[in-house]
C-alpha cells in the first residue's frame, strides 16, 4: 500500500487515495475571462426545487442582469439574463445537472454596449442595521444557489435563523478536478469574508467556521480578513469524502446528521465558498449570479481557471481553449467523480457547474473492461457513509427491494468511491441511484 | 449553437476516473506475497516443494487456456483473458499441498480447482461461495479416503491418526518429532522451518510476514485472521493450562502449522466465499478457530479446510448480521 500524503493525494476510509494531481498547479492560475458567447441558455430551473416561469417571450430584448425567469413557490430561485441581447425562444435543451431536457431560455447577444443591470445595494458597513429577512430576500432576488454542485436555494438554507448555530464555509474543495475555489480565495478574500458576514447576519449564528484543507498561512490575506471578522478557520483533513456537508458536519462539530434530517436540523448550515461570494456580490455589487468561475481540465491545456457566464454553451467553452469539439469524446460537467458525461457540446453551464474535463478518445474511459465482481469488499471498506455498496448492488440486481431498505441504501451520498475503488471497474453508481430511487418511492 | 447538435459524445454515469487498483493488480500482488512463503519452503523441503508449486500452477494455467480456447470457439469471445487469478489459483493449492503428497494429488487438486470449483461454480451459482482450493482438496481426500483408506484421506500422514493431543505426554511426542528433523528446538521449528506438513506452512514466520504483507498491500479481510489466531491461540493456552506442559510450543505447533497460519491468511480470506459485513468476519473467523483446533485435537492436521468449506456455505447467511451502522443511524464512524 501506497501512503501518499501530499495536497493533491486525499486520505479516505479504508487507506485508500483519490488522485487529484490532474488539478496540480491550478491553484496558481489566475481566472481567465471567458468572452461572452454569442447565444446564452439559460435554464428556467437551476435550483432544487419547481421550475420557473419564463419573465420574457421570443423577440424580447433583454439586458444583462434583467430577471428573466422565476416561480412562486418558496423554493424557486430566479434567473438573470446573462447578457444584454433578444430572446430567440423558449425550448427544452439538455440539463446537465438534471441529466434531462429541460425548458430554457434562448438570448442571442446584441454587439451594442448597454450598462448591466443591478439589484438595490446594502452598505456592508451598515449591515448591522440591515433586516436579516430583507438581506435574504435580496439573496433570493440575486439568484444565489449552493455554487458547490446541488444547487439548493441558498435563501432558504440562509432562513434557518432559528435552528442554526454554526455557519460552516465549505472551502474544502475535494474534487480532484475542481480549483476554482482555491483561486477565489486567492483572488476576492475581501468579497468572500463580506459574504460569510452577511450569511452570519443573516442566520444569527454564535459560530462561523471557514473549512479549508489548505496549511496555515496559505491564504495569509484571507487568514487576516477571517481573523478579523470573527470567523474560526479550520484546517482540515486533505480528504475527498469530507467535502460533503454531512460529512463536514461530522468532522467538525463530531455530531451525525441523523438519516432524513439536514445539516440545519443539528444546527449547522453549511454554504459552500462560491456561494458566499455570489451572495456578497448580490447583496453589496447589486449583481445577480449570472457568472463564475470554474476548473476546465483537458490534457492538451492542463487545469485552467475561467471565469463564465451562466448558459455559456460548452462548445464556446472548447473552442476559447483552443479544443476543436469534434477532438472530444467525453465531456465531463461537474465533478469527476460524481458528474455525468453530457450528449454533446451544445450543453449549457448552469450556475452549479463547477468544472469542465474533456477527454478525447485516446483517454478511454476506465470502466470500458468491466469484469465480475469479486466480492474483495473494498467499496464497503471506503464507503463514507458505511453501506455496503455491493450487497447493495446484489439486491438492486434481484429487484429485493426490502432488502434494500435493510441495507439502507438511501443514505448514499453518490460519492462515487466504491466505483472509484472497484478492482473489477464496476461502475456501482448505477446500481446505487436506482436502489436509492427504489427505496424512496417506497 | 446548433439547431440539431452533430457531434455526439459518449454520455455516461460517473465516475470519469480511476484509482488504478485493477483486479488483476490484486491479483499479482497476492501471487507476489505468496512467493514469500513458496521461497521459504525450498531450503526446508528441498526441490520436491517447488515441484508441487509448478505442478500446481502448469495445471491450473493448462485448464485456464483449455477454458479461454474452448470459450473461444463457441462463443467467438472469451472471459478468460488474463492469467492472473488462475495463477494465484495454482500458488494456493500448490502450497496447500503437503509434502509427501504424491504429484498426481496436486496436480488432482488443481483441476479440480479450476475446472470444477472456480469455472464449474461460477457458471452455475453466479459467483463462488466455495473457496476453490480448499473444496478441490476436502472433495479429492475425500474420495481417496473411501478409495485408499483413511490414512491416504489423513494428507498421506497416517501417523497422524496415533497423535494424543489431550495429554501433555501426548503433546510433548508431537513436538520431540520435530525436535528431531534439525538443529532448532521443536517450537522454533515450527515457526521457523519445518520439513512437515503443509508446503505453504515450511516457514510460519514467512507466512506471517508475507500476511502483514498482504494487509497492507491488498487489505485482505485482516479481520477473518485476527480472529481466528487469537481463537486457536486462546484454547491452544487454555489447553496447556489444564493439560500441563509447555505452552510455547503448544501456541508454536497450533498456531504455525500450514493448515492454520497460511490457510488463515491466504484461504479463509479469499474475498468472493468469505463474509463481507465485520462484523460476520469476526464471527467467522472465530468458528473457524474454534472448528480448525477441535479437528486438530481429534489428530485431524489439515482438518481446517473442512471448517473453512463448511463455513463458506453459511457466508450468506453470516452476511446478514453484524453489518456497521451507517452514517446518521446513530452508529460510531
Known amino acids: 500500500?501506497?501512503?501518499?500524503?501530499?495536497?493533491?493525494?486525499?486520505?479516505?476510509?479504508?487507506?485508500?487515495?483519490?488522485?487529484?494531481?490532474?488539478?496540480?498547479?491550478?491553484?496558481?492560475?489566475?481566472?481567465?475571462?471567458?468572452?461572452?458567447?454569442?447565444?446564452?441558455?439559460?435554464?428556467?430551473?437551476?435550483?432544487?426545487?419547481?421550475?420557473?416561469?419564463?419573465?420574457?417571450?421570443?423577440?424580447?430584448?433583454?439586458?444583462?442582469?434583467?430577471?428573466?425567469?422565476?416561480?412562486?413557490?418558496?423554493?424557486?430561485?430566479?434567473?438573470?439574463?446573462?447578457?444584454?441581447?433578444?430572446?430567440?425562444?423558449?425550448?427544452?435543451?439538455?440539463?446537465?445537472?438534471?441529466?434531462?431536457?429541460?425548458?430554457?431560455?434562448?438570448?442571442?447577444?446584441?454587439?451594442?454596449?448597454?450598462?448591466?443591470?443591478?439589484?438595490?445595494?446594502?452598505?456592508?458597513?451598515?449591515?448591522?442595521?440591515?433586516e436579516p429577512d430583507a438581506l435574504v430576500g435580496a439573496?433570493?432576488?440575486?439568484?444565489?444557489?449552493?455554487?458547490?454542485?446541488?444547487?439548493?436555494?441558498?435563501?432558504?438554507?440562509?432562513?434557518?435563523?432559528?435552528?442554526?448555530?454554526?455557519?460552516?464555509?465549505?472551502?474544502?474543495?475535494?474534487?480532484?478536478?475542481?480549483?476554482?475555489?482555491?483561486?477565489?480565495?486567492?483572488?476576492?478574500?475581501?468579497?468572500?469574508?463580506?459574504?460569510?458576514?452577511?450569511?452570519?447576519?443573516?442566520?444569527?449564528?454564535?459560530?462561523?467556521i471557514f473549512a479549508t484543507r489548505a496549511q496555515r498561512g496559505e491564504f495569509p490575506e484571507l487568514e487576516e480578513r477571517l481573523r478579523k471578522a470573527g470567523v474560526e478557520l479550520a484546517h482540515i483533513r486533505p480528504s475527498y469524502s469530507v467535502g460533503s456537508d454531512k460529512l463536514l458536519v461530522k468532522e467538525l462539530l463530531n455530531v451525525e446528521v441523523p438519516c432524513g434530517a439536514y445539516p440545519p436540523d443539528v444546527g449547522a448550515v453549511v454554504h459552500n465558498v462560491f456561494t458566499a461570494y455570489a451572495v456578497a456580490r448580490g447583496l453589496y455589487d447589486g449583481e445577480p449570479l449570472t457568472s463564475r468561475g470554474i476548473t476546465f481540465i483537458s490534457r492538451y491545456t492542463g487545469p485552467r481557471n475561467l471565469w463564465v457566464k451562466v448558459g455559456t454553451p460548452m462548445r464556446h467553452v472548447l473552442e476559447h481553449m483552443g479544443i476543436p469539439p469534434d477532438t472530444v469524446q467525453r465531456l465531463v460537467v461537474a465533478s469527476m467523480l460524481m458528474g455525468g458525461a453530457v450528449p454533446h457540446a451544445d450543453v449549457p453551464l448552469v450556475k452549479a457547474t463547477a468544472a469542465i474535463s474533456a477527454f478525447d478518445p485516446q483517454e478511454r474511459s476506465p470502466y470500458e473492461r468491466e469484469r465480475a465482481c469479486i466480492r474483495c469488499g473494498y467499496c464497503n471498506m471506503v464507503c463514507p457513509v458505511s453501506i455496503y455498496p455491493v450487497l447493495i448492488m446484489e439486491a438492486e440486481k434481484r429487484g429485493q427491494r426490502g432488502k434494500l431498505r435493510r441495507l439502507h441504501a438511501e443514505d448514499c451520498i453518490d460519492c462515487g468511491l466504491c466505483s472509484y475503488v472497484c478492482p473489477s471497474l464496476i461502475k456501482l453508481t448505477g446500481y446505487l441511484r436506482r436502489a436509492m430511487a427504489e427505496v424512496k418511492q417506497g | 449553437m446548433r439547431e440539431e447538435p452533430n457531434l455526439r459524445y459518449i454520455s455516461e454515469l460517473p465516475p470519469h476516473v480511476h484509482s488504478g487498483i485493477t483486479k488483476d493488480k490484486v491479483m499479482l500482488r497476492t501471487f507476489l506475497l505468496m512467493c514469500i512463503p513458496a521461497l521459504a519452503a525450498l531450503p526446508a523441503m528441498g526441490l520436491s516443494a517447488l515441484a508441487h508449486i509448478a505442478i500446481a500452477i502448469g495445471t491450473v494455467l493448462f485448464c485456464h487456456y483449455s477454458l479461454a480456447y474452448t470459450e473461444l470457439l463457441s462463443k467467438g469471445t472469451t472471459s478468460y483473458k488474463s492469467p492472473c487469478s488462475p495463477l494465484v489459483a495454482g500458488m494456493i493449492v500448490g502450497l496447500s499441498m503437503p509434502i509427501a503428497a504424491p504429484y498426481y494429488a496436486t496436480v488432482g487438486v488443481a483441476a479440480l480447482t479450476m475446472v470444477v470449483f472456480k469455472w464449474l461454480q461460477g457458471r452455475l451459482c453466479g459467483r463462488k461461495y466455495l473457496n476453490p482450493a480448499a473444496a478441490s482438496k476436502v472433495l479429492l481426500l475425500a474420495a481417496l479416503s473411501i478409495a485408499a483408506g483413511l490414512g491416504t484421506g489423513m494428507m498421506f500422514y497416517p501417523a497422524h491418526l496415533r497423535l494424543d493431543l489431550w495429554t501433555a505426554a501426548g503433546f510433548d511426542e508431537v513436538v520431540a518429532f520435530y525436535d528431531g528433523r534439525s538443529a532448532l528446538s521443536g517450537a522454533l521449528s515450527l515457526v521457523l522451518l519445518k520439513d512437515h506438513g503443509w508446503i505453504g506452512g515450511a516457514s510460519g514466520l514467512a507466512v506471517l510476514v508475507a500476511g502483514i504483507g498482504a494487509v497492507l498491500w491488498i487489505r485482505l479481510k485482516w479481520r477473518i485472521v485476527v480472529s481466528l489466531l487469537l481463537t486457536v491461540g486462546v484454547l491452544a493456552a487454555v489447553m496447556s493450562l489444564v493439560t500441563g506442559g509447555s505452552m510455547v510450543d503448544r501456541l508454536a505447533f497450533h498456531l504455525f502449522t500450514g493448515s492454520v497460519i497460511f490457510m488463515g491468511f491466504f484461504m479463509a480470506t479469499e474475498p468472493q466465499s468469505t463474509p463481507l459485513a465485520e462484523g460476520g468476519q469476526y464471527l467467522f473467523g472465530t468458528a473457524l478457530g474454534v472448528g480448525t483446533f477441535l479437528l486438530q485435537q481429534l489428530n485431524v492436521l489439515g482438518g481446517s479446510i473442512i471448517v473453512l468449506v463448511a463455513l463458506n456455505l453459511v457466508t450468506p447467511l453470516i452476511d446478514t448480521i453484524g453489518r456497521r451502522r451507517p452514517y446518521g443511524h446513530g452508529g460510531v464512524r
Do not use: W
Open chain 1, 1 to 130: 500500500m501506497r501512503l501518499r500524503r501530499d495536497k493533491y493525494h486525499f486520505q479516505e476510509r479504508g487507506g485508500f487515495t483519490v488522485d487529484a494531481t490532474v488539478k496540480r498547479g491550478a491553484e496558481h492560475l489566475p481566472f481567465q475571462r471567458v468572452p461572452d458567447p454569442e447565444l446564452c441558455v439559460v435554464f428556467l430551473r437551476q435550483h432544487i426545487g419547481p421550475p420557473n416561469e419564463p419573465l420574457v417571450g421570443p423577440g424580447d430584448r433583454v439586458t444583462e442582469g434583467q430577471k428573466i425567469g422565476d416561480g412562486e413557490g418558496h423554493m424557486c430561485v430566479p434567473v438573470h439574463a446573462p447578457v444584454t441581447g433578444r430572446v430567440t425562444k423558449i425550448d427544452t435543451a439538455y440539463h446537465p445537472g438534471l441529466g434531462a431536457e429541460s425548458e430554457a431560455v434562448f438570448i442571442e447577444r446584441a454587439s451594442e454596449e448597454i450598462p448591466p443591470l443591478r439589484l438595490s445595494r446594502f452598505d456592508p458597513d451598515r449591515l448591522q442595521d440591515a
Open chain 1, 139 to 208: 439573496v433570493r432576488e440575486a439568484g444565489v444557489v449552493g455554487l458547490g454542485g446541488a444547487g439548493f436555494p441558498a435563501h432558504v438554507k440562509l432562513s434557518f435563523r432559528d435552528k442554526a448555530e454554526y455557519l460552516v464555509i465549505n472551502a474544502k474543495e475535494s474534487d480532484p478536478n475542481v480549483a476554482c475555489d482555491v483561486r477565489l480565495k486567492q483572488e476576492r478574500p475581501a468579497e468572500l469574508v463580506a459574504g460569510i458576514r452577511a450569511m452570519a447576519r443573516m442566520l444569527n449564528v454564535k459560530e462561523c
